[in-house]
């Protein structure tokens, strides 16, 4: 239990990188009051929570239902969990852990950002999805194992919030190079678990015998 809770602690924070997700909340809300960060936070956080829930609790039935196998899912799960371990090192990004340019740019504009761009693609990206639904699928037949990912996704969810929240102090305190440092040391980790998944599921696929 304590090996799945720390895999998937792992894998959440690097996934949906909640300081990188505070540092962009930071700048797109710099001319907002406090009432209004906080309230755009706590939206885009719940709304992250709900789409992360439907993903993890009915992903997998979804992928069955387009005649997609567990092997398959890991191996290109892992593959889409390389990439991201592979942006946090580099400190590189394509959109699949953030906002693209133009994303940013059309977020600049609104006055409302709790739902795009903070609730999805930054807290609930691509990654983060794909996330819930291979640690869950791992977890399959282990009612205790899926409470585990499911909470452990809902703490990591809670500090994302705090880091909202404290946007802010976190910019100053951390600054640019402090957010790269932990998302190098979490990209390194999310991408030996990745290899790991992609070893998994073409072990079980049967492809090399």
Not at 74 to 85: D, F, N, Q, S, V
């Amino acid at each position: 239990m304590i090996e799945t809770a720390s895999v998937a602690l792992a894998t959440f924070f690097a996934t949906v990188g909640p300081l990188d997700v505070a540092m962009i909340f930071a700048a797109l809300t710099a001319r907002q009051n406090p009432a209004a960060r906080l309230r755009m936070a706590l939206r885009g956080t719940l709304t992250a929570a709900a789409i992360l829930l439907v993903f993890a609790l009915f992903g997998e039935t979804l992928l069955s239902l387009l005649g997609i196998s567990l092997a398959a899912l890991r191996t290109a799960g892992g593959i889409l969990l390389l990439l991201i371990g592979i942006e946090l090192v580099f400190a590189r990004t394509s959109g699949a852990t953030s906002t693209t340019e133009d994303e940013t740019r059309e977020a600049e504009g609104r006055a409302d950002i709790s739902i795009f761009p903070l609730a999805t693609p930054l807290i609930a990206g691509p990654g983060t999805m794909g996330a819930a639904i291979l640690l869950m699928a791992n977890a399959e037949g282990d009612i205790n194992r899926q409470l585990t990912v499911l909470a452990s996704m809902l703490a990591v969810l809670l500090f994302t919030l705090a880091c909202l929240v404290t946007a802010s102090q976190l910019q100053k305190l951390l600054g640019r190079i402090g957010t790269h440092v932990v998302n190098r040391v979490f990209g390194v980790l999310l991408s030996a678990l990745a290899v790991q998944f992609i070893f998994d599921g073409i072990s079980e696929s049967g492809v090399i015998g």
